[in-house]
């Protein structure tokens, strides 16, 4: 099962180079977490999907 997640995550990044966009963005898009609370949560949260 990690070997098939392991590929499954290679193709996803070889889609995205081949597509110039970030995996996030070909998975669907932003995704809003309303669970954010904090200052830092939220920095993380906009570093991981810029």
Known sequence: MMA????DCALWD????YFDQPVYRLL???????????VEEE?????ITK
């Open 14 to 17: 070889l889609k995205g180079k």
């Open 43 to 47: 920095r993380f949260f906009y570093f």
């Open 28 to 38: 669907g898009g932003l995704v809003i977490c309303p669970g954010v609370n904090t």
């Open 4 to 7: 098939i997640s392991a590929i």
